[in-house]
């Protein structure tokens, strides 16, 4: 089929589209074809463009990954100064020269160029480039003469980015590897796997009974916990390699098989007071954690922030992958256990930013701590310093605010505490919110039932309690099931209110803002659980010692 009048794109089942690759390289025509399968023995390679011009062949391969084009000028983007392909770049390189060492083997007497088509982190996206990224193409493309498409690709954020050195540096590597999986295929039999602690992030392992992982390890992939749950295993070495290899070689695969005595580095800490619950297979809060605690301003607020980073932004004036703060959740603990909760969700294409920051400074005022969990909403208050003042010139008044709270010493990082004070069995060597959350909530025998939280006891039909995370709501919207459970998909939410399909159905617009007011809440409501688990472990306060609120009264707030 044609995509646009010059532009061809291969569609149908795997077998159709490399059919209709080879129809199109058979002609004598040149052509630019859209999504090739390129099939050469039992190699397929599908870039994203495939261009045939004067007897010489394009390889295009686009990717969500911001440019430097000043960088590229130079020869250093790609590169490195001693001539190594960068380390970030080497999966979208090598991809590249997987689909031109295929091409090569069709055609090994056709020139071959390559390209990486990416967005540059050195424009901003104008309004024609933002129209397109609001799903208006059909207006996008009206244009009344060829010079406009010409501006058009000139002022646009997408660039070309010639990869031919840097391929050309990974090319004995690909045909290696093409090579060695040819003779795999002839011997009809797989390889005996190589058992490392780089098998921690297989894709193929995925819990499940008989999945990959399993076959490859088979009785070294049972033991739970397993070695693999170690916290920051990586940072255990043995001379110039890893003692997980060395654990892997002897099949101690078991976390329990690893003493204290071999723990060391900037982790130890926390692997010690891992494998001390592990062991004992009880909770551990300690009661250091009491003074920290103690340090604390009431209200204790506890603050979350979403965040989206687009590689075509919608909002004019923006560079891809800019960061759009959308959202924020806050739950304010006061000292007689009063919880209250305030949030703001733009669900507009507008930019969000300034309303964010105004919004914020008005809920939590210029009183009590701050808890966030990690530092992340540091980093996203300074990344909005910053701009503000880029595209400005001038130290307004957010700016002003910005800085006047970064420097107050309100903000604690709830994180930090579980790093150092807090651990469960259950969460493993992991730390996110996800894993305490839960952990908290199981180990606590008052929390289920205080009104401030009730909304999130559940039980499973075998009786069990459910995570807190699995009681946020699923709707149907567009005719799909959909809920919001952790931040990439509030991401996507947000990009549906803003551009999709909530921008144009009221029900959709609705149901969207539901899921993501629930999720961001409960974010919040989890960091406040925690603390109150904390205070009741370490006796700062009882289970039944603070005021009861009616259904009514619970987690009052406002939105936005």
Avoid at 384 to 391: A, C, G, I, Q, Y
Avoid at 412 to 427: L, R
Wanted: aromatic share 10%; hydrophobic share 35%.
């Amino acid at each position: 089929m044609e995509l646009f009048e010059d532009v061809r794109k291969t569609n149908g089942s795997l077998e159709e589209r490399i059919r209709q690759t080879e129809e199109v390289l058979e002609s004598e025509e040149d052509f630019v074809l859209f999504e090739p399968h390129l099939l050469s023995g039992e190699f397929v390679a599908n870039p994203s463009y495939l261009i045939r011009k004067e007897g010489r062949f394009f390889i295009l391969q686009a990717a969500a990954k911001a440019g430097n084009e000043y960088a590229h000028r130079e020869h250093k983007m790609l590169v490195t100064y001693y001539g190594n392909v960068r380390s970030e770049w080497k999966e979208l390189v090598l991809g590249l020269g997987y689909s031109c060492g295929v091409l090569r083997r069709m055609y090994p007497k056709l020139a071959t160029s390559s390209w990486l088509i990416l967005p540059s982190s050195n424009r901003e996206i104008g309004n024609r480039e933002r129209t397109l990224s609001s799903d208006k193409i059909e207006e996008f493309l009206k244009c009344p003469d060829g010079s406009t498409i010409d501006q058009r690709r000139r002022d646009s954020v997408l660039r070309f980015f010639e990869a031919g050195e840097a391929v050309s540096l990974i090319q004995g590597e690909v045909a290696i590897a093409m090579r060695a999986l040819e003779k795999m295929r002839d011997r009809r039999n797989s390889p005996d796997p190589l058992l490392r602690y780089a098998c921690r992030n297989c894709e193929y392992r995925t819990g499940r009974t008989g999945d990959g992982f399993s076959q490859c390890w088979g009785k070294l992939a049972a033991p739970s916990p397993h070695l693999f749950d170690l916290h920051q295993l990586y940072s255990l070495k043995e001379g110039e390699g890893l003692l997980a290899d060395r654990k892997i070689e002897q099949g101690d695969v078991s976390l329990l098989d690893i003493s204290e005595a071999e723990l060391g580095g900037p982790h130890r800490a926390r692997q010690k007071l891992q494998l001390k619950c592990a062991r004992s297979g009880q909770e551990w809060v300690d009661p250091q954690l009491a003074t920290e605690m103690s340090g604390l301003e009431w209200p204790v607020r506890f603050v979350d922030f979403e965040t989206s980073q687009s590689a075509l932004p919608w909002i004019q004036g923006l560079r891809p992958f800019e960061l759009i703060p959308f959202q924020w959740s806050c739950h304010s603990l006061y000292e007689d256990g009063t919880l209250e909760h305030a949030e703001f969700l733009h669900s507009g294409a507008e930019d969000p930013r300034r309303e964010f920051i105004a919004t914020l400074r008005n809920a939590i005022g210029s009183d009590g701590s701050l808890l966030i969990y990690t530092d992340y909403e540091i980093q996203v208050l300074d990344t909005l310093r910053k701009r503000f003042v880029e595209v400005s010139g001038v130290r307004d008044v957010d700016v002003m605010w910005i800085d006047e709270l970064l420097c107050s010493g309100r903000i604690v990082d709830q994180h930090d505490w579980v790093m150092k004070y807090y651990c469960h069995p259950i969460m493993g060597g992991r730390t996110s919110l996800k894993k305490a959350l839960p952990s908290a909530w199981h180990s606590s025998d008052g929390l289920g039932g205080d009104p401030r939280f009730f909304e999130y006891f559940m039980r499973n039909s075998d009786g069990s309690i459910l995570d807190p995370y699995q009681t946020l709501p699923e709707l149907e919207i567009a005719g799909k099931r959909m809920s919001i459970r952790e931040g990439c998909g509030a991401m996507k939410g947000y990009r549906e209110l803003a551009i999709g399909v909530g921008r144009t159905g009221k029900d959709a617009h609705k149901a969207l803002e539901v899921l993501m007011y629930e999720y961001c809440k409960l974010d919040t409501a989890a960091q406040a659980i925690i603390f109150e688990h904390w205070r009741m472990s370490l006796g700062l306060r009882s289970q039944h010692g603070n005021k009861k609120r009616t259904e009514r009264d619970l987690c009052s707030g406002t939105k936005k």
